[in-house]
Structures are given as C-alpha cells and as structure tokens.
C-alpha cells in the first residue's frame, strides 16, 4: 500500500484494473494546456502527479489533435462552445467537463470563466479518474452554491490550538515569512481540491498582535503562497486593538480617531495583500472585547470594520455566539434575542455567523432559531469539524452526516421547503453574499488531523461548503474510494460505518435531546454532575434539570418559551412532547421519569436503551473495522483499531457515568440488557 496519510484524500495510486488504466490512458493522454500563470502551474503539476501516479504516463502537452483540452472560455473555439449545452449555468468560480464524441478525435473539455474555476475543475476531472468512473459521456456543469467556504482556525500565535487535537497550529509565525514550509503549499492544495477559498488564520480569542507590522510580513508569506490556490487569507480582529498594540485610549466604535485607526489598519494589510478577504470577530462573548464595552451595539461594532475593508471587497464576519451571564434569560434564547432585532442595519458586507446550533456544537442541537429570522442579513453558517464536544482526539465520528441534518432542517420561515440550505446558500435571503466556515481539525500531525477518520470530516466540510445539498452518503463514498479503495466489498460496509457514526456518538453522550452534560472546561468525557463553575450557563445541572420529577430542559411556554423563535409549524409540534421528535425530547420538554414514549416504554428505559445501542454500536464499528485489513496501509488499520478500543473505553464509560448519576434521580431500576457497572 501507499495510502500515505499525509496525502489525504489525493491518492494517486495506479490504477490496477488492466482494461480501465488502457481505456484512460488511450482517453486523455494528449493534453492541451495554454495556462501562463501561477494557476496555471498548479494545473499543470496536478494533471503531470496525477497521471504519473493513476495511469503511471507523462502526459503529452505538445500533440496535434489533443484529448483532453484545459482551457478558459474565453479561449475555447465557437465551434466547440456550441457543443457545451449549459455553458450559461456556470458562474465565476464554476466549471464544466465535457466530453465532445468526434469521429477521429473525441475530445473531453474541461473549462470555466476563470483559472480559479479551472483548478476546480481539474480536480473533479481527476477524482473521474479516482473513482473510476467512466468519462466517455461526461458533461459535468458545476458551481459553488457558496460564496465565502472558509476554515477558521482557532490557532494561537504561540502556536497552540484551541480545542484543538491535531497537534499544533501549522502556522510557524516564527520562522515566517523567511521559512515557507511544504505543508502550507500542501495545506492550499488540499482545499483547492475540495473549494475551500478561504481560510481565518487566528483564534475566534484573538490576539491583536497579528494585526501589528512584524505579522502583516507573514501573513503576506502565507496570502503569497495559498493564491495561486485560489484562497485568499483572512484574520481575526481584537476589537480592542487599537488600544492594545497602539496608543489609544478607547476602542468605541463611533469614536473618530478609533474609525480611522480601522481605516489605516486596513490601508496598510491591503498594501500588503490585496486579496485579504477580511476579518472574524467574536466580540462581547465569553470576556472578549466588543462594542457593548462603549455602550455600543454589535451593528456600530461590525459596521466599522466593514467600513474600513469596503474599499478593498473585503468582509466581515461577526458572530452571533452571544450569551450573557448577567442576563437570566435560557442560553438558548440569548443569540436570537440580541440579533433578530438588527436585522437589515448590517452594511452590505457584513456577514453575521452563526452557529448551527444555540448552544455550542453538541453531538445533537436543534438548528439556530436565527436562521430564517433575519431575511435580510447575510447568515454565515458555522459548522465545528473540530470534535470538541465529539470524543476529540479519539472517537471516530463522520460528521457530514450531522453537518447534513442541519442543512436539511426546514425553518418554515418561508413556508415549507425552507430549509437552512436555502437560507444558508442565498435563496431565501434578500442580500446574496453567501458563506460557511467550519473550525478547523487541522494540526501538525502527520497526517494533518491526528484521528485518521478526522480527514473525512475536513473533506465533507469542504463538499458541503460547495453544495450544501450534497448527500452524506455520496460524500462517504467519495471520501473512501478516494482515501483507500474503490473494491466494494470495503466501501460499502464502511459507508454504512461512517453515516451511522454520528448516531453512536449522540447515543453514548447525549441521547433524546440531552446536551452539554460533558465534563467541564475540556468537555471530554461524562459530566452530568458538573455544578460548581464561574457561570451557571457553563454547568450540566443548567442544561439536564434531573431531580426526582423528572429530566430535560423545558423550553416551552412553560418553561423558558425559546421554542417561540421557531416558526408556528415547529412550535406547534414542539410544543407537545408526543409530537416532538425523539431526538430533541428532552432539549424541549422536562419529563416525569416514568413518561411513556411512542415506544411504549418508560422515559427512563429508553434513555438506558439508548445509551446501551450506543456501545454496541461503537462494538459493531470495531467488527467491521476487523474485517478491512486487506484494504487498509497497516499504520492506518492499527491506529484506528486502537482509537475504536478507547472510543469504546470511553463510551462505556459515557454510558455507566450518565446512568448512576441520573439513577440517583429516577430511582428506578436499570433494564436488563445493562451489565453490571463496578
Ligand atoms: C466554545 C469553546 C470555546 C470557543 C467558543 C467560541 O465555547 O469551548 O473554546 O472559544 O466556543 O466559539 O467562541
């Protein structure tokens, strides 16, 4: 095997198949390229590294009659663009791929509007190939249904990440701008290959020194290396900066001298990097600075910097991750609560991000009530692919699939068949800049993510980013066949492994609605008891409710009412606990122990039910895992047996914690199929 980690999901191995390597070979080989530009250097080593490795041939680029043309439209023959049916379709960053059936010279044409869009289609060309699919009636008109497709990277500048699990930050900011590692070109060619076009370098926690001169050079090394990628830079903004690393006295958002500092601010990174695609900034939430400081809002806050990054095209990103501790209001409600009423005051660069759930990427959460309720503000979907509150480092753990169970979510805000895809990707929104950003898992582990099964996780971000209408399944598929084998007898079970992998996890951790019982401050782990912290919002007690009546959060009119941010479809269903789904039980409704659910059993036996399927199925991803060793690089297979033995370890370990602490509640008796705990 190959199979090199650190290659992800570009493996290039030959293709074994005898009769398929020939039909290629005899296909494509005769390439025609006319690219002269940094772009166009990247496509042309991808299409040399991926033919010299699938089809073990060096292209030929000087050929008389070519097969495989590589070029922009504006460059293309009338003739042939009479023959590309839904040309029109394609948008800037779109591309097409199609084969033209010719008597003597059939020839497949990959094109776009721009080179960005022709890297696009390069790589798609060349996952054809990855899959083996057939390429003699291709016609492949595609384009991102998203603007902005960026990773946030909560990295420090010592290095450090933040809930991070992959080792350290790969941004060496000491070293650079003079030392440009290979893992930054290799960084930029991972995400070209999956449409990401952005990504946030700096920590939501921000450090204003990044905004200073010295780190503006390095910035400037990295922006230098990802463009011919098509990936522009972004940072994080300490909204406090111009307090900290210059002598200002105030940081207010309508103070003059504070709007200019901004504006110089900008003028300097932009003469720098004229690309830079703007700032992320978490702002009056968890102790950082913000406009709330000076009696401002978020839209004087957010309004200033868009101001200042207008002139360039660039972007602001302000978060919607908002919750107080002064205020008693359910956590849950606090984000709608403060930003539904801005809606429409954002200047037209201004993205507002939002978490795709109202608590904090739990395994489960219904979707953000703010999606929908602000029509005419663009909302930025903020998706965590690193797995901090989802076993971190060790539990294998697909998360497409939750990532897809957001996006398929119908809001009802404008009637039915609004679901947060369509808000997410513009159609339901009056203002049509779009974007999604996922917290990145990437580190300096050899194979970028530490878990090997984290890659998967990274690669359907960026699928999604693209379409988020793209199914899990088709995303596990390409992932595996890409990552490992296309043989069946491997892909199958372990597409039926991965989309069940999320289901394992709520089960163990979180089942019926469940949330944040993890353990506190690392969120690793069990912690139902977790009472004593700084905050009561940062407790499980404030989430579970448990006591001898009963279990759950009620959030009905009864209780806190946050369903009354949904729209009436949801909260007429919601607001009764037999028509609310399972799945979001006890996020909704506090019930009595002894509750009979739709199975007709006990509240308390299914929550034992589903904490115990949740084990087993952690045992039965191991049982399949065992019979992939054929198909697996050795260090892979070995390293993820022994993850699944500590993702079992602990789910075991989830499920008997969460029971003895809640049986104290519901003193009753724990079914059968529970083991005895020690
Ligand atoms: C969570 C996480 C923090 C992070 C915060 C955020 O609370 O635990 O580490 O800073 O989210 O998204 O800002």
């Given amino acids: 095997f190959s199979q090199n980690p650190y290659d992800l999901w570009l493996q290039y191995d030959k293709i074994e198949e005898q009769n398929v390597l020939n039909s290629y070979k005899n296909t494509i080989s005769n390439v025609f390229l006319d690219l002269n530009s940094p772009t166009g250097t990247v496509i042309e080593e991808e299409i040399k590294k ?16 070519p097969n495989l043309i590589i070029t922009t439209l504006d460059k293309l023959d009338p003739s042939i663009k009479q023959k590309l049916p839904e040309i029109s379709k394609i948008n800037d960053e779109g591309y097409l791929i199609q084969h033209i059936p010719e008597k003597k010279n059939s020839k497949i044409i990959i094109s776009a509007k721009t080179e960005k869009g022709l890297l696009y289609g390069v790589f798609n060309f060349i996952k054809q190939i990855q899959l083996r699919n057939d390429l003699s009636e291709i016609a492949i008109y595609d384009s991102p249904k998203i603007q902005k497709r960026l990773l946030n990277h909560w990295d420090n500048l010592d290095r450090s990440v933040e809930r991070g699990y992959a080792g350290f930050s790969i941004w060496d900011w000491y070293l650079l701008p003079e030392l440009i590692k290979q893992e930054y070109i290799d960084y930029a060619r991972a995400n070209a290959s999956i449409g990401i076009n952005g990504t946030v370098l700096t920590n939501v926690n921000s450090n204003a020194l990044v905004l200073s001169p010295r780190y503006i050079q390095k910035l400037k090394a990295l922006a230098d290396v990802f463009r011919p990628y098509g990936i522009q830079v972004y940072l994080t903004a300490r909204f406090s900066a111009p307090i900290e690393t210059d002598d200002l006295e105030t940081a207010d958002p309508l103070n003059a001298d504070v709007r200019q500092w901004w504006k110089n601010k900008a003028k300097e990174i932009y003469a720098e990097i004229p690309d830079f695609g703007g700032f992320l900034v978490k702002a009056n939430s968890e102790g950082q600075p913000g406009p709330n400081n000076y009696g401002r809002s978020h839209v004087d806050g957010a309004n200033m910097l868009a101001e200042a990054v207008a002139p360039y095209d660039g972007i602001i990103m302000w978060r919607a991750f908002v919750y107080s501790e002064e205020k008693p209001e359910d956590r849950a409600k606090q984000a709608y609560s403060e930003f539904k009423p801005f809606d429409g005051k954002f200047k037209d660069n201004v993205l507002v991000q939002v978490k795709n759930g109202a608590i904090d990427f739990q395994p489960r959460e219904p979707f953000h009530p703010l999606f929908g309720a602000m029509p005419n503000t663009p909302l930025m979907m903020e998706f965590q692919i690193t797995q901090e509150y989802l076993g971190g480092m060790s539990h294998l753990v697909f998360l497409p699939q939750l990532f897809e169970e957001v996006l398929e979510e119908d809001t009802y805000t404008q009637g039915k068949g609004s679901t947060v895809a369509k808000i997410i990707d513009g159609q339901l929104s009056t203002k049509k800049l779009t974007g999604m950003a996922g917290v990145a898992n990437i580190g300096t582990a050899k194979n970028w993510t530490g878990h090997p099964f984290g890659q998967a996780n990274w690669y359907g971000f960026g699928r ?29 079970p372990m597409t039926k492994l991965l989309l069940e992998s999320r289901e394992a996890v709520v089960n163990y951790m979180t089942p019926l609605g469940l949330h944040h019982i993890m353990a506190a401050g690392h969120h690793q782990g069990p912690g139902p008891w977790v009472k004593d912290m700084p905050r009561p919002d940062w407790t499980s007690v404030y989430y579970h409710k448990a006591d001898a009546n009963g279990i759950g959060f009620d959030r009905t009119s009864s209780g806190s009412n946050a369903l009354a941010q949904y729209a009436p479809e949801i909260q007429k269903k919601y607001s009764d606990p037999a028509t609310t789904p399972d799945k979001y039980l006890l996020w909704f409704h506090h019930l009595p122990w002894d509750y009979k659910m739709k199975s007709g059993e006990t509240l308390w036996y299914e ?50 914690a969460c029971l003895l602490y809640f049986q104290q509640f519901s003193n009753m008796d724990f079914p059968d199929f529970i083991p005895e705990m020690t």
């Fill in 464 to 492: 999604l980013a693209w379409d988020p209408e793209t199914s899990a399944e088709t995303i596990a598929k390409d992932w595996l066949k890409m990552t490992f084998t296309n043989n069946s007898n491997f892909v199958d």
């Fill in 607 to 656: 929550i034992a039910a589903h904490y115990q399927k949740g084990v087993e199925q952690v045992e039965d991803m191991q049982k399949t895992w065992q019979k992939m060793q054929e198909y697996v690089n050795p260090q892979v297979f070995e390293k993820t047996n022994m993850l699944l033995n500590i993702q079992l370890k602990e789910a075991k370990q989830w499920r008997n």
């Fill in 50 to 65: 991926s033919f010299k490795g699938l089809l073990d041939i060096e292209p030929k680029f000087d050929a008389k009659t």
